[in-house]
C-alpha cells in the first residue's frame, strides 16, 4: 500500500475472489438484516418461513436437519414465531409425538413481505450488473456452492444460532 492509499484511507481491492466472497457476503447479510429489522425479523427467521411455506407439515425436527442444526436450537426460534402468530403447530398426521409446523394466514403476508424485501435487496446488490451478468455470476456462483457442499437455499449461519436462543434472544421450550 502506497503513502497517499493509507493518506487518504483507501486500500487497494484484495483481487481475491475468496476475499471478495467474503467481503459481499458479510455486506449483504448485513444488508438484507437491515432491511428486514422494521418487520421485526432476522435473515434466520426468512429462511424458516420459507422453509415451511414451501413443505407445509414438516416437523420442527425436519426443519432442523434441513437446516443443518439441532432440533433442540430451533424450538426457541419456533415458539418465538409461534407467540407471534406467524406459524402454528398442529399434530402431525403421522407421528402423535411430533407436530407439524404451517404458516398462519399473518405468516404468510409476513412471507410475502420478505419476498419482497429479498427481491429488492437482491437487486440493490447488483445494480451494476446486466441482466446477463446477473444470470453468469449465479450460475458460477451455483457451481460453487455446489462444490463446497453447501445444501442448496439453506444459509450455513444456522448451525450458529446458540443453544435454546431464538434470533432475538429469546428463550423457550417446546415440542419438537
Do not use: C, W
Not at 432491511?35 to 432476522?42: A, D, S, V, Y
Not at 456462483?141 to 462444490?147: D, H, P, S
Amino acid at each position: 500500500m502506497s503513502k497517499s492509499d493509507m493518506a487518504t484511507g483507501e486500500f487497494p481491492r484484495n483481487g481475491s475472489a475468496a476475499f471478495l466472497l467474503a467481503q459481499l457476503g458479510a455486506y449483504a447479510s448485513g444488508q438484507f438484516a437491515k432491511r428486514l429489522e422494521p418487520l421485526g425479523f432476522t435473515p434466520a427467521h426468512a429462511g424458516i418461513f420459507r422453509i415451511i411455506a414451501a413443505i407445509p407439515g414438516l416437523s420442527q425436527q425436519e426443519l432442523a436437519a434441513k437446516l443443518g442444526m439441532y432440533a433442540s436450537r430451533l424450538v426457541a426460534v419456533i415458539d418465538d414465531l409461534e407467540r407471534r402468530g406467524f406459524i402454528e403447530r398442529q399434530p402431525s398426521n403421522t407421528d402423535r409425538r411430533l407436530y407439524a409446523l404451517h404458516l398462519t394466514k399473518a405468516g404468510r403476508e409476513q412471507l410475502a413481505a420478505i419476498g419482497a424485501i429479498a427481491r429488492e435487496h437482491g437487486r440493490d446488490l447488483l445494480d451494476g450488473l446486466s441482466e446477463e451478468e446477473r444470470s453468469t455470476l449465479t450460475a458460477l456462483l451455483e457451481r460453487v456452492a455446489t462444490k463446497q457442499g453447501l445444501q442448496e437455499g439453506v444459509h450455513p449461519g444456522y448451525r450458529n444460532l446458540s443453544e435454546g436462543t431464538s434470533p432475538k434472544g429469546s428463550r423457550g421450550k417446546g415440542k419438537t
